[in-house]
């Protein structure tokens, strides 16, 4: 599933959208993701679905070059099992787009038929982050500097690691890791362009390499948030020398 078949972008800018999978018939392998279709100067940033996960981010990218078009596209996951002849075998499936739409103050999906990409003339913000590529041990924190480029909008300005969409939550972070708010700064004022989002790793936190993950810049329209642009970075959390020995 694909949370939103709308996907719009300005030369310069990421977007992040939610791949939900459902899970059938004992499999638990990962899903690598790809996009078919996309416009000339676009490109969807290597992804996957680990091995026992329902989720993962999709980011699209558009190149500062990048020409006004649109573009109907396919979001296909790939996956790996093994037949009853004990070979293993590629099986693919498309994503199937969804839209939101709010009634009665809930927010619900409705399915389309296609999802489209489309790259404006210009963005009205821009999100970059450092580090971009960070490591967390169980008990570790790390701060992930943001940087905002403000073109049209000027306008308050907040950052997440959740995706949203209208008042509805799509995703969660990976299990045991945790936004520590105290130490982040997440509500911009007015032309503020610096922030920073505090991620830190439980005790508990369950390990996982190089998975893609992205910092929000989000809007309030109506009272409701929306989200705009995305930082990507890519995180891992290392496994505790106790869980190694025990491999």
């Known amino acids: 599933m694909l949370d939103d078949g709308r996907i719009p972008l300005g030369p310069g800018e990421s977007i992040a959208r939610v791949i939900t999978v459902e899970r059938r018939n004992g499999f ?12 000339k100067g676009v490109q969807a940033l290597e992804s996957s679905v680990p091995a026992g996960w329902k989720q993962a981010n999709l980011v699209l990218t558009a190149a500062a070059d990048a020409p006004m078009d649109i573009r109907d596209v396919q979001v296909v996951g790939t996956a790996m099992i093994t037949g009853l002849d004990r070979r293993s075998h ?16 809930q927010t619900n999906y409705s399915p389309v038929r296609t999802a489209t990409v489309a790259v404006g003339e210009g963005s009205d913000l821009i999100l970059e982050c450092a580090p971009k590529e960070l490591t967390l041990h169980p008990g570790e924190s790390i701060t992930i500097k943001v940087k905002i480029t403000r073109n049209n909008y000027k306008g308050p300005l907040e950052l997440n690691v959740i995706v949203w969409n209208l008042t509805q939550r799509l995703n969660k972070l ?8 105290l130490q982040s700064k ?13 991620l830190r790793a439980l005790p508990h936190a369950v390990p996982f390499e190089n998975q893609q993950m992205v910092v929000l810049g989000q809007i309030t329209y ?25 491999r």
């Open 90 to 105: 590629a099986i693919k499936r498309t994503a199937k787009p969804f839209e939101t739409f709010g009634e009665g103050g």
């Open 222 to 246: 109506n009272r409701v948030f929306m989200t705009r642009v995305a930082a990507p970075f890519r995180m891992t959390v290392a496994r505790t020398e106790a869980a190694a020995i025990q």
């Open 186 to 198: 997440t509500s911009l004022g007015e032309n503020e362009t610096d922030g920073q989002v505090t």
């Open 174 to 181: 990976p299990e045991g890791v945790v936004l520590d708010e």
């Open 28 to 39: 638990d392998g990962e899903v690598k993701l790809s996009v078919r279709g996309l416009p």
